[in-house]
C-alpha cells in the first residue's frame, strides 16, 4: 500500500506527517479518522490564522457559541475562544489518542499555541501554558511558544514541569541551536530532580518557504544587477534547514544527549512548517520531497497534503548535498545578503502576523457574540 500513498513511505524513511489545519467539521465529519485510517497521518498543528478562518469565516461554530454563552454570559472572548478551540483539541487529541499510544507517545500529538501576545513575555508563556494544559487535559496535546529570546526561558521551564512544548516559528539556525540547548536543560533539570523524562516529547518547527520568499526578492534584485545567482533561488531555505539538520544529528551522537537518552528522553524533532509553495514556479511539493529524513515531522496544508499524496516522490533527502547547502549559505555575505537580519525579520513579522490574526479573531468572535446572543 505504501508504494501507491506517498504519505505512508514518508512513516516507513522515519518522518512523521501532521496536518496543517483544524475546524470543527474535520473531526465531526469523520475526515480526520480517514487521514488517520488511510493515510497514517501523525498528528495535528494550529495556529491563530487557523483558527481565525475557521470560527469567523464560517457558521461552524455558531451553535457552539450559543450554548457556551447560556451556559455562561459574563464569559469573555478571550475566555469563549479558549473554550471553543479547546474543545476542538480535545475532539482532535481523542482521535489521535490509539496513534499516540501505538506509537509509544512519539506521534499522536495535536498543538495549541499559547497568545500571540506572550510572544516575549516569559513569564506569562509559563502561566498560560500551564492553563492550558490543564484546560484541555490530555497526554497528546503540545503547546506551541514562540522561539523568541524570553521564548527559550519558556521553552526551557515548560520541559522541567513535563509540559509537550512545539516551539514555533524558527526562521535561523542559531536559534534553532538555542531552541535545542533550552529542551536539554529542561530534561537535565528534570533529571537533577529525580522526575521521569521518558514521557516528554518536543518539536522545533523550522520555517522553510518564508525563507525563500524573502531570500528570492533580494536574489532578483542582484539579478537585475547582473550578479549570475539564478541558481541560488528556491534553494536557500532548504539550505537552511539542511544545515539545521546537521546540527540536531551531531546533538543525538554526543555523550551528554546519549546520558538523557539512557533515562528514556526522546530527541526534540524538527518539524518543518510553513511547507507550502508560494511561489507558482516551483514544484507544489518541493519542501516536501527536499526535507525528507529521520526523526523529523513535516506539517502540510491541506492543499500540500493533497498534492504531495497525489504526485509526490518520498526519498531520504535531508542529507543530501549537505557541502552544498553550506557553501549557498556561506557565499550570502559576498552578496551583501545579511541572513541574521533576514531571519530576524521574518520572526519578528510572524509573530505581528500571528498577533493579528488573533486580534482579528478576537473581533470578529466579538461581533458574532453580539449577533448571536439576544
Given at each position: ?7 505512508l ?59 457556551a ?13 479558549y ?18 499510544r ?25 502561566s ?9 487535559d ?7 511558544v ?22 514555533t ?5 542559531a ?10 536543560k529542561?530534561?537535565?533539570?528534570r ?13 522545533a518547527s523550522?520555517?522553510v ?19 549570475p ?22 546533538i ?31 514544484s ?19 492543499a ?32 551583501g ?16 502576523a500571528?498577533?493579528?490574526a488573533?486580534r ?8 458574532k ?6
Amino acid at each position: 500500500m505504501a508504494a501507491h500513498n506517498p504519505l505512508l513511505r514518508l512513516r516507513e524513511l522515519g518522518q512523521s506527517v501532521w496536518y496543517d489545519y483544524i475546524r470543527r467539521d474535520l473531526m465531526e465529519s469523520g475526515e480526520l479518522d480517514r487521514l488517520i485510517r488511510e493515510d497514517g497521518l501523525g498528528g495535528l498543528t494550529s495556529n491563530p490564522a487557523i483558527f481565525d478562518k475557521a470560527i469567523t469565516g464560517s457558521d461552524l461554530y455558531d451553535d457552539r457559541i450559543r450554548q457556551a454563552l447560556a451556559g455562561a454570559p459574563e464569559r469573555s472572548t478571550l475566555d469563549l475562544f479558549y473554550h471553543l478551540a479547546v474543545e476542538d483539541l480535545r475532539a482532535a487529541a481523542d482521535a489521535f489518542a490509539d496513534t499516540y499510544r501505538d506509537t509509544g507517545g512519539r506521534d499522536g500529538f495535536v498543538s495549541l499555541e499559547v497568545s500571540p501576545e506572550l510572544a516575549f513575555d516569559t513569564e506569562g508563556t509559563v502561566s498560560e501554558a500551564l492553563e492550558l494544559v490543564a484546560r484541555v487535559d490530555r497526554p497528546n496535546l503540545m503547546i506551541k511558544v514562540p522561539g523568541t529570546l524570553p521564548g527559550l526561558r519558556a521553552v526551557e521551564t515548560l520541559t522541567a514541569r513535563g509540559v509537550n512544548v512545539n516551539v514555533t516559528l524558527l526562521f535561523s539556525v542559531a536559534r534553532y541551536e538555542a531552541v535545542l540547548e533550552a529542551y536539554l536543560k529542561g530534561l537535565e533539570t528534570r533529571l537533577e530532580q529525580g522526575q521521569p523524562v521518558d514521557r516528554i516529547a518536543s518539536v522545533a518547527s523550522f520555517f522553510v518557504s518564508r525563507v525563500d520568499t524573502a531570500l528570492d526578492q533580494m536574489l532578483d534584485e542582484r539579478i537585475r544587477e547582473g550578479r549570475p545567482v539564478e541558481h541560488m533561488r528556491g534553494r536557500l531555505a532548504i539550505a537552511n534547514a539542511r544545515l539545521a539538520y546537521a546540527h540536531f544529528t551531531g546533538i543525538v551522537r554526543d555523550a551528554r544527549w546519549q546520558r538523557l537518552a539512557a533515562a528514556g528522553a526522546r530527541p526534540q524533532r524538527l518539524l518543518w512548517a510553513s511547507t507550502g509553495t508560494k511561489d507558482p514556479a516551483y514544484s507544489d511539493v518541493l519542501y516536501v520531497e527536499s526535507l525528507i529524513g529521520a526523526d523529523t515531522v513535516n506539517t502540510l496544508p491541506p492543499a500540500t497534503y493533497a498534492a504531495f499524496k497525489d504526485h509526490g516522490h518520498a526519498e531520504a533527502s535531508l542529507e543530501q548535498d549537505l557541502e552544498q547547502a553550506r557553501a549557498l549559505i556561506q557565499g550570502l555575505p559576498d552578496l551583501g545578503i545579511d541572513l541574521e537580519s533576514v531571519t530576524d525579520r521574518l520572526e519578528s513579522e510572524g509573530i505581528e502576523a500571528f498577533a493579528d490574526a488573533f486580534r482579528h479573531l478576537l473581533e470578529g468572535l466579538e461581533a458574532k457574540r453580539a449577533r448571536l446572543t439576544p
